[in-house]
């Protein structure tokens, strides 16, 4: 089966606007997986070191070869002291996805979002997919929506979509509506 972790902001746990949750509570391949800056998830180090997972995030420096890990200063993590940084993001429907466990997706506001992969060196080394939707996000309980973005529950069900999960898929996307119409009211 295809697991998605969830890298989720501390914050974000606690907002009521999260889709992050929708997903783990229909996809029983799910895991959240709390962010810390300082001290990694272990098990979480342990999983992307296998090569098996993708992070769903393009990265506007996608072509750059600076070091990211130093830029606020921070010392290099033994994972990423190893890695090479990526040379582009591909689209997740051009990918070959049996080559994959599973998939990263960050949880969290666009700015936290960048935040959490500035500050975290071993999300750099693995390979970055976006989606490539042909239709705007229907999420608008936030405001400072990035053009062109997903949240965190259409991203899963687009990639659930694409590995053959389709029932999943759509269970996520109609538990969205259900929340941004409840929050709206």
Known sequence: MFEIILLTHSRELMRPSNTGKLVAEVYCDCQVVEWQRKVPDQDLLARLQTGKYALVYKDDRASSSEDHSA???AEPSEVSRSIQPITE???ASSVSWQEFAGVVIIDSTWQEARKIYNKSAYLHSLAHVYIASETESLYQLRRNQVDGGLCTAECAAHL???VGQQQS???ILAKL???QQALNA
Do not use: F, P, R, T
Request: hydrophobic share 45%.
């Open 89 to 91: 993001s591909v689209a």
């Open 177 to 179: 509506a259900k929340m």
């Open 169 to 171: 898929s759509d269970y």
């Open 160 to 162: 659930l979509a694409i």
């Open 71 to 73: 830029e606020n200063g």
